[in-house]
């Protein structure tokens, strides 16, 4: 993939996010706003899905596959090695219900975590008896030398871990935890819903057991699709919950029944996959890499130190920030009076503002399609209140 970075030229953003409430669109860490170059790659999907449905899988094939390559490099893995999947929590589940427990395992992950990968750990500890350790976050962060030395003294069987925390959008520093799991014989579980395609990853230099996350944040893609990587010795380690046709060796030969897996992570993906979907993911997967990672994190970057600056000068309590290594695409700010989900809902109401009351605070999270218009429109909308 030479996919050249694009520069953030004003007027080509207002050709790719024509919707007039970008500007004031906070929210892509929910959900992102759809490209026009990839939506009209799956209007192209569906009009060859409407015509023929078999000759679009067989067409569009080569599509799918360099989704795999795209997302694979994303993360310094390979295609083999990843599985397209419906959200982080069917990969969690994935991982949770394939491995055989033993009672009194110990799993540990921290106590602010989003659902999609809390419940299946704790599902274990209903049912399974897994022992489930939850640290606790201070302030929406937790130190590696904090998590380390848990990691010490528990000695658990996994530890789950976003690599950026969904609420505060603290990024943690990966390598170290990654090599004490390893030296310990720990499975580290990452979801990285809030940052693949946003940062780069290295799932070898950090040691990750398995990488899960959605694909309509940061990626850009289509609600209903994630991705987990396994890391390629646990292939057999991970028994598959659900098994269907797409899930053994010899996945044509409908009639020679044969339950022997495929060699790589597509047994997971065990029947038909959704084509216009997975077109919609790889035209998003590409377009991220097309505006290029760096230049999306210094256009993000330059927009929260100019909103921070200016909810500070309103006396708002502030997350984010700080050195660029620590940061991720989400800032978030408590005004000094009114309370977070109530400014949420007056914002959305009165301003067309979508940003999101997480954790007691109302996230930012930025993308290409914001600038500082949309920043001004919020603190005039602040200072009105
Ligand atoms: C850290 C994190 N993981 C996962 C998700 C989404 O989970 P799922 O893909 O299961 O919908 C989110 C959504 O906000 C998130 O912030």
Same mark, same amino acid.
């Given at each position: 993939m030479t996919d050249p970075a694009t520069p953030f030229d004003p007027k080509q953003v207002q050709e790719w996010f024509p919707s007039p409430t970008r500007e004031t669109y906070f929210n892509t860490a929910g959900s992102a706003l759809c490209p026009r170059p990839v939506r009209d790659e799956v209007v192209g999907?569906?009009?060859?899905?409407?015509?023929?449905?078999?000759?679009? #899988?067989?067409?569009?094939?080569?599509?799918v596959r360099l989704l795999r390559l795209c997302l694979a490099e994303m993360m310094g893995a390979t295609p083999e090695e990843i599985a397209i999947t419906h959200h982080t929590a069917e990969s969690a589940s994935i991982v949770a219900n394939g491995i055989d427990w033993r009672e009194g395992d110990t799993i540990i992950t921290l106590d602010r975590e989003y659902p999609s990968t809390v419940y299946?750990?704790?599902?274990?500890?209903?049912?399974?008896?897994?022992?489930?350790?939850?640290?606790?976050?201070?302030?929406?962060?937790? *130190?590696?030398?904090?998590?380390?030395?848990?990691?010490?003294?528990? !000695?658990?069987?996994?530890?789950? %871990?976003?690599?950026?925390?969904?609420?505060?959008?603290?990024?943690?520093?990966?390598?170290?935890?990654?090599?004490?799991c390893r030296e310990?014989?720990?499975?580290? +579980?990452?979801?990285?819903?809030? *940052?693949?395609?946003? &940062?780069? +990853?290295?799932?070898?230099?950090?040691?990750?057991?398995?990488?899960?996350? *959605?694909?309509?944040?940061?990626?850009?893609?289509?609600?209903?699709?994630?991705?987990l990587y396994l890391r390629r010795g646990l292939l057999d380690e991970?028994?598959?919950?659900?098994? $269907?046709?797409?899930?053994?060796? =010899?996945?044509?030969? #409908? %009639?020679?029944?044969?339950?022997t897996p495929r060699p790589g992570?597509? !047994?997971?993906? #065990?029947?038909?996959? =959704? %084509?216009?979907?997975?077109? &919609? +993911?790889?035209?998003?997967?590409?377009?991220?890499?097309?505006? $290029?990672?760096?230049?999306?994190?210094?256009?993000?970057?330059?927009l929260q130190d100019y909103a921070l600056e200016r909810l500070g000068e309103l006396g708002c309590e502030l997350r984010g920030g700080g050195p660029a290594e620590r940061r991720s695409g989400i800032i978030a700010f408590r005004h000094p009076t009114?309370?977070?989900?109530?400014?949420?809902?007056?914002? !959305?109401?009165?301003?067309?503002?979508?940003?999101?009351?997480?954790d007691g605070f109302i !996230?930012?999270?930025?993308?290409?399609? =914001? *600038?500082?218009?949309?920043?001004?429109?919020?603190?005039?909308?602040l200072s009105r209140l």
């Open positions: 999907v569906l009009d060859a899905l409407t015509a023929d449905v078999a000759d679009a #899988y067989r067409d569009y094939a080569p599509r299946p750990w704790m599902r274990l500890e209903r049912e399974r008896g897994v022992r489930l350790v939850m640290l606790e976050e201070r302030e929406g962060r937790l *130190s590696e030398d904090e998590i380390i030395a848990a990691l010490r003294r528990e !000695r658990p069987r996994l530890f789950a %871990l976003s690599a950026v925390e969904w609420c505060s959008g603290w990024r943690f520093e990966l390598q170290e935890i990654g090599r004490v310990l014989g720990t499975l580290f +579980f990452v979801d990285a819903a809030q *940052s693949l395609g946003f &940062w780069p +990853f290295d799932v070898r230099a950090c040691h990750i057991s398995a990488l899960a996350g *959605s694909a309509w944040k940061w990626l850009l893609g289509p609600p209903g699709q994630g991705y991970v028994r598959p919950v659900f098994v $269907g046709s797409e899930t053994v060796v =010899n996945a044509h030969d #409908y %009639l020679d029944y044969n339950l992570m597509r !047994r997971f993906e #065990y029947s038909t996959g =959704n %084509l216009s979907a997975l077109v &919609w +993911f790889g035209a998003a997967v590409r377009f991220v890499r097309k505006l $290029g990672l760096d230049e999306i994190r210094a256009h993000v970057f330059a009114l309370d977070s989900p109530t400014l949420e809902r007056t914002l !959305r109401e009165d301003a067309g503002i979508r940003a999101r009351e997480r !996230r930012l999270s930025f993308h290409a399609y =914001n *600038s500082r218009l949309g920043v001004d429109a919020l603190i005039e909308q």
